[in-house]
């Protein structure tokens, strides 16, 4: 079973639309994450979720805007998608919010047209 | 703002090699990780070293920190083409966020 899933893999929009990327973990953690991945492999962290609360967030557009239902889910939806949003980005989670290892989902390649 | 940033860039060296990958950072830290990406993969966790230890050992992966240096190094000793990949390391401290180095691509023939 994968431990952390997103939907989709992939993701190719026009400029100006708003798009949603989902993200599941069955490892029973308590804390999930949005990162950022450019074309130079630069990771950057963008939201983190404890318990279902925002504890991380980090300076980002307000396009982008992370919804967690619960706590293994973490969603991600953006508004108004944009060039420079062209990225991979990935979900993670973990045991808590202690810098324990994070466990990666795959990513989602988002490419603006 | 990026915490760490690694040396080399990119590696490549010859299967049963072995290959050392070394990490810089700023501030102080709680724990340091390191993390393997294969091409379109996420990362994946590989070893933990805490900021009260200075080695640590896991199958052919030998991690050391120097606290006092603000470094740490990879070693992957006898590598294998499926070592290929890219490595990052990342620091954790009070914030609660893990800082990621830009990485070093690791190429290892067969």
């Known amino acids: 079973d994968t431990a952390v899933s997103q939907t989709p893999k992939y993701l190719v929009t026009q400029m100006g639309n708003d798009k949603s990327i989902k993200c599941e973990q069955n490892l029973g953690h308590d804390t999930m994450y949005w990162y950022k991945q450019d074309s130079k492999k630069f990771l950057k962290i963008m939201f983190s979720?404890?318990?279902?609360?925002?504890?991380i967030n980090e300076t980002v557009p307000n396009r982008f805007s992370p919804k967690s239902p619960d706590k293994a889910h973490l969603n991600l939806h953006i508004n108004s998608l944009e060039l420079g949003d062209s990225a991979v980005y990935f979900c993670?989670?973990?045991?808590?919010?202690?810098?324990?290892?994070?466990?990666f989902g795959d990513g989602t390649r988002l490419s603006i047209l | 703002s990026q915490q760490g940033e690694e040396d080399p860039q990119a590696l490549s060296i010859q299967e049963g090699e072995n290959a050392t990958m070394n990490c810089s950072y700023k501030t102080s830290i709680n724990n340091l990780q390191w993390y393997r990406q294969n091409s379109g993969r996420g990362l994946v966790h590989l070893i933990l070293?805490?900021?009260?230890?200075r080695e640590k050992h896991s199958g052919r992966l030998r991690v050391t920190l120097d606290t006092s240096k603000k470094s740490s190094s990879l070693l992957i000793t006898a590598s294998r083409a499926a070592d290929t990949a890219s490595y990052f390391c990342?620091?954790?401290?009070?914030?609660?966020?893990?800082?990621f180095g830009q990485g070093t691509t690791l190429q290892v023939k067969p």
């Open positions: 990342a620091t954790g401290s009070n914030t609660g966020k893990l800082i």
């Open positions: 993670a989670s973990s045991q808590d919010a202690s810098n324990q290892p994070q466990h």
């Open positions: 979720y404890n318990n279902k609360e925002l504890i």
């Open positions: 070293i805490r900021s009260n230890e």
